[in-house]
């Protein structure tokens, strides 16, 4: 569909932004460069795109012709259906899923095993199951995995449940215990990935920017750690080890909390999304 902003007509489609990704945006595109986006739930909002490409921003929206929710309901199809299989639905198409978050009620669900929970994996792979199906969410698990060796841009691992009609964060590592371990590890894989894609916006010569990487443990759990140069100044993930290099050669390992203790008031959580800590010290060699 097309829209007015300022005095030009623009085709428009949805767009769907996870929390990351629009904390690495308000880096490289702060302020009226900002998408315009409606808030979902969990970690999820829809904006708006350009059919010929780039987003509707807050300086766009700010000279809409219509309020900017509107203009994202109008974008949005009246009836939105799709079928399961073995309990679990993928929508591929990012107008339809935006629908999805946008206009539950306008959503012919089919049968699930409970609430509809929505894993908005990335913008091909949005997926439906059940808030009681174990099997389904198991699946979704493998999924994760199989995005996370692709390469491609990823969108949220935190799923939402529709809940009297409204979206919630879904508590699924409580509902699923035995899922647990893999739970875990599915959080640490899109919490690398969108570290990575903001070390990109935050390179600089004066601070090391510590990229978060992968450890599968012999007894199957999945940890993330990151590398501190001791003595230089780092912008550090959030991270379940730290592994410290002395200039002598020697490396030690800490736990997060470990670190931040030893730290105490010289290192500062930033405001940063996702997180970091600020480590005080030189400049990169």
Not at 50 to 58: D, E, F
Not at 81 to 107: K, S
Not at 151 to 158: F, I, N, R, W
């Amino acid at each position: 569909m097309t829209a007015v902003f300022g005095d030009v007509e623009i085709d428009i489609t949805p767009r769907i932004y996870g929390a990351s990704e629009l904390g690495v945006l308000s880096l490289t595109a702060p302020g009226d460069a900002h998408p315009r986006v409606v808030y979902v739930g969990g970690e999820l909002f829809v904006g708006l795109d350009r059919s010929t490409g780039g987003a509707i921003t807050q300086g766009d929206a700010a000279q809409a012709a219509a309020p900017f929710d509107d203009t994202v309901a109008a974008a949005l199809p009246q009836q939105t259906t799709f079928e399961t299989r073995d309990g679990l639905a993928t929508v591929t198409d990012e107008t339809q899923a935006a629908a999805v978050l946008l206009t539950p009620a306008n959503v012919q669900w089919p049968a699930l095993e409970g609430d509809p929970v929505v894993f908005a994996l990335s913008r091909e792979q949005v997926v439906v199951v059940g808030s009681d199906d174990e099997a389904g969410v198991a699946t979704v698990l493998d999924l994760i995995d199989q995005l996370f060796e692709a390469g491609g841009p990823l969108v949220s691992a935190h799923p939402i449940v529709l809940t009297d009609g409204a979206w919630a964060p879904f508590a699924w590592h409580e509902r699923f215990p035995a899922l647990d371990l893999r739970i875990q590890r599915a959080l640490r894989l899109f919490s690398v990935r969108a570290y990575e894609a903001q070390s990109v916006a935050l390179a600089r010569p004066d601070v090391h920017i510590a990229d978060p990487k992968i450890h599968v443990r012999e007894d199957g759990v999945t940890l993330t750690f990151a590398a501190w140069p001791k003595g230089t100044a780092t912008l550090l993930p959030v991270v379940d080890n730290v592994m410290i290099a002395d200039p002598s050669g020697t490396l030690s390992v800490a736990t997060m909390d470990q670190f931040l203790d030893a730290g105490d008031d010289a290192i500062v959580r930033t405001g940063l999304s996702p997180a970091r800590y600020f480590v005080p010290g030189d400049q990169p060699r």
